[in-house]
């Protein structure tokens, strides 16, 4: 029933496209995936090998990596589409759909055990949990964007933790033979290299430890210090690559809030998330929830203080509903690497994603499996009934959701739809008006992204449209604000900017502009004389430059404007 319900509800996902969001940069612009001579190598110093020895986009993720070019390997073809692209995507999409069905019956797996532990033996509450799991239109986004089998494998792989864990520790049977500790034993070592395995799918799943010992103390209802000791090992397991993770995505080049409004940040996170969870409508992969921002409106703080109130309520209802209580820290454990505590690199753009619940979900699926749990006195037919027209809801909602997902233009599009500001959906609208050569829609579009006053790549690609489309003045305005927006950024991660007024020369000369091109040079001669010879000069060129570029701004400097 599950695998069906699924495939009705998610099987339109196959014949989608690769999305415009980091689809491009790791899989079909990729030059080791899509090359343009033959297909990819899989062995040798250009193979999968290098995803093993180095980072991708700020991330350590070697395993997906290797499975993206593995189907780049098989789906590649001589001939390319007319964007050059030799992968079938539809491949891709059909291994995260099969992904997607294969963590639903884990946490169904899941669901089951941990209601046979309190000696159930009704099938339907873990089965309406894991339909809550599964058919969510929360869910899409992951299954949706290819660059999501990420989080599909390191979710996956988490499941299997959890259950290899709780299966470990779980309590004996009248009929455990002598060979009980042995195989708890397997169980307890292969939880730990699931868990390893999954951090590297993603880093996320260094949250396996939380979500074990939420859900052994308060479903299995163990001894605190018992519990602990039992999740240690985990948690040790997990330290070095939670350092790597830290490493190689550090967060200081963010824009993020003081230590004292973080949590607040967290709080309207999860405020965010709870409402998305009843009202899933208006979905879209980039919701603009930059905190510095977001932390000048007042009703900002409303949700974070709604976030405290209902964590007081789950609070106060802990002994009569521990399996509700379980769901909503189970929940915020998967989350709080991604809340705002610390800062990650999508907070560039939002700090909430639908992606992110991917894991999360789970707690909503051991709320609602423990609420019917306490109801196995109702009748089987009411009960087939509430979860056919809950299921039929979700499943519906969770279909169309995926017409929002069918090419990169209409990902593009709901991401403006849904937040008019999004610089990431302005600059993927962009990308795909200047692939058609509608240029003036791209240029239109490019200047949107200036709603983020940290999104260079936007003023990047302006400023080099405009001097290919013979707009000196533009193109040289669209410069300047890149150099603004680049010393923005504390020095020490200050972007590099590879354009100058001599680049968009040769582009202008290149687009047969040539009666622009003394205008870049003499914007060239204005900044080499205003950095060379500020002091000689006495500053009268200074006027004609932005002020952070002709005196480049100090630490200490910038410090003080922060």
Known sequence: M????????????????????????????????????????????????LYWQHTEL????????????????ATWVQTPDEFGTRLDPHVFHAVSLL?????????????????RIHHVQFCWPALAGALIYGQHPLQVETVA?????????????????LLAYIRAVEPPTPDSTGGIRWRRRISYIGGIVAMVIGMLCKPTAMVVPMLAFIIDLLILRRRFIK???CVLPYLIAAIPLMIVAKIVQPGIDVPTPPLWQRPIVAGASLAFYYGKLVAPVRLSFDYGWRPIEMLQRPWFWWLAAIAAMVAI?????????????????????????????????FQFFSTVADHYMVLAMLGPSIAVAGLLNSQTAMPRLPAIILIAVGSLILGSLSFFQLSHWRTAEDVAEQMVAVTPDSALGHYNLAMIYQAHSDFEDAKIEYIQTETNPFYYLGATNLTILCARMGDP??????YYKLLLIANRFPPATRPDTPITPYTLAVEANHYHHTADVPLYMLETARMWFAKNFESWLGGPLVKYLPKPYAVPISPEAYRRQK
């Open 2 to 49: 599950i695998v069906v319900l699924l495939v009705l509800s998610f099987g339109r996902v196959v014949g989608g496209e690769f999305s415009p969001v980091d689809d491009g940069v790791s899989i079909f612009d990729n030059p080791l995936m899509n090359r343009p001579d033959h297909a990819p190598y899989i062995f040798g110093p250009r193979g999968v090998a």
């Open 58 to 73: 700020s991330l350590y993720i070697p395993i997906p990596y290797t499975i993206w070019t593995l189907l780049a390997k």
């Open 99 to 115: 992904l997607h069905i294969a963590n639903t019956l884990l946490v169904y797996c899941l669901l089951q055990k941990l209601l």
């Open 145 to 161: 964007w290819v660059c999501g089998m990420k989080d599909l494998l390191y979710c996956g792989f988490s499941l299997i933790a």
């Open 227 to 229: 519990v602990a000791w």
């Open 313 to 345: 309520v789950l609070f106060l209802l802990r002994r009569r509903s521990p399996w509700l209580l379980a769901g909503a820290l189970v929940s915020v454990a998967a989350l709080l690497p991604v809340l705002g505590l610390i800062p990650f690199d």
């Open 473 to 478: 003045k533009r193109a040289i305005e669209a």
